[in-house]
């Protein structure tokens, strides 16, 4: 699969993302062309040393230093984009590689792998916790629509809004416990959240998101990636079930609409080109992300 990325022989390499799919990528590129370095924007991995290569700020390598960047990382569209806007880089310079590829380059946790086979056991740590938990993202869309998950992307996208206190923290016990599961917190406090406070938990397998929704006023606010979203809190203000694999799964108040705010009015369309850049309610786009 790599090799479909149409790098020329002979380039050299800068590899973005210092992450578990930036080293399985170098370690495979490796083989046939040159590293420089990878790159990153986290600034406690720049000036460190990853499998023998530096961990630099792009902006810091002189451009005649390097031939051409892969981006291994799940936001490559806009890392892709700060690359061509703010540091002026061609995109015959950038390669990114696609999603399911990333999710084949993740290496095998020591805690099991989710499978779809587990979904329901997921569901079952949710309940007894007493997490409420709605779907959400890809996997609403995918349940008004057909009834089931959209073609490319097979994924558990659940939305958290609210629930006894420490439900999740005790979910995601159990869940990191027997799957491969890890909780992600804020990198930086706001008048929304706190270091302290759940921005997601997340399944290594990428097969399953648990999104926290921070109700605050008359909306709620949760993160995807370098995004900030938005929507008004009544959608959340009570809850409607949908059937799926003989389970009711609890949805959004007036799903549609909900849909429609979130995708546009062509959300009914399957678009398999669809970017996160795409939501019809961004708040606002943080280039370094959320979590810490």
């Known amino acids: 699969m790599l090799e479909k990325l149409g790098i020329p022989g002979g380039s050299r390499l800068v590899i973005y993302g ?5 080293r399985h990528t170098a370690a495979r590129l490796a ?17 460190t040393i990853l499998d023998g290569l530096p961990v630099v700020a792009l902006e810091s390598l002189p451009a005649e230093s390097y031939d051409v960047v892969v981006i291994a990382s799940m936001y490559a569209e806009e890392i892709a984009a ?3 806007g703010a540091l002026g880089l061609p995109e015959a310079r950038i390669r990114t590689l696609p999603k399911h590829l990333l999710k084949s380059l993740r290496p095998l946790p020591q805690r099991a792998m989710l499978t779809t086979d587990h979904f329901d056991a997921v569901f079952d740590v949710l309940e007894a916790c007493g997490v409420r938990y709605f779907a959400d993202h890809s996997f609403l869309l995918g349940l008004v629509r057909t009834g089931g998950f ?11 809004v609210g629930g006894p206190e420490g439900s999740l923290e005790q979910a995601n016990t159990i869940l990191t416990r027997d799957f491969d599961f890890d909780v992600f917190r804020y990198k930086n406090p706001t008048e929304l959240w706190t270091t302290d406070d759940i921005m997601m938990v997340k399944s290594a397998s990428q097969l399953c998101d648990l999104h926290v929704k921070l109700v605050h006023g008359d909306s709620v606010y949760w993160c995807v990636g370098p995004i900030l979203l938005k929507f008004p809190a009544h ?8 059937d799926w694999n003989a389970r009711r799964i609890p949805v959004p108040l007036n799903a549609e609409a909900y849909l429609a705010a979130m995708y546009g009015a062509e959300w009914r369309t399957p678009n ?9 309610n961004i ?10």
């Open 18 to 22: 210092a992450g578990s799919s930036g």
């Open 31 to 47: 083989k046939d062309y040159p590293l420089v370095a990878f790159a990153d924007s986290d600034t406690a991995k720049q000036g």
């Open 82 to 84: 700060r690359l061509t």
């Open 150 to 160: 959209i073609p490319w992307e097979v994924e558990l996208d659940l939305a958290v």
């Open 235 to 242: 959608f959340y203000a009570g809850v409607d079930f949908l």
């Open 272 to 280: 398999p080109n669809w970017r996160y850049t795409d939501y019809g």
């Open 283 to 292: 708040e606002k786009i943080f280039p370094d992300g959320f979590i810490r």
